[in-house]
């Protein structure tokens, strides 16, 4: 036990022992790889999550194209906007009884300012 122990006290053959000195070495077992249902297992969990990845990216481009197509639709309702403004203008100064005594006086019509007709369709005379 001492000269397992390392004790300097005590003598030691300066020869080893042929079975202490001599380790048999174990062997270890190859590893073969991964069984069959554990392939099935990882190569499932990675068609899932590809698929759950592409169903993100796609929805997320759905949406940027939806929102793409509501910008478009705001600058063309904007434009109608605008564009419906200006006929409006156009329409109040053209529809003006100034402007209308100005064009009949040009291509040479006559008023009559004694008479006025009504909303009901009746003559009145006015001094």
């Known amino acids: 036990m001492r000269q397992e122990r390392g004790n300097v006290a005590v003598a030691r053959p300066l020869t080893?022992?042929?079975?202490?000195?001599q380790v048999k070495a174990k062997k270890q077992p190859l590893i073969k790889g991964l069984t069959v249902p554990e392939k099935l297992l990882y190569i499932g969990s990675v068609i899932i999550c590809v698929a759950l990845t592409v169903l993100v990216v796609s929805r997320y481009a759905e949406t940027a194209e939806l929102n793409l197509a509501i910008q478009k639709a705001d600058k063309e309702i904007q434009q109608v906007k605008e564009a419906n403004l200006q006929l409006e203008a156009e329409k109040n100064k053209l529809q003006s009884d100034a402007r209308i005594r100005q064009y009949a006086e040009q291509n040479g019509l006559q008023i009559i300012e004694s008479k006025k007709i009504s909303s009901a369709g009746k003559e009145k005379n006015t001094p």
């Open 16 to 21: 080893p022992t042929s079975t202490s000195t």
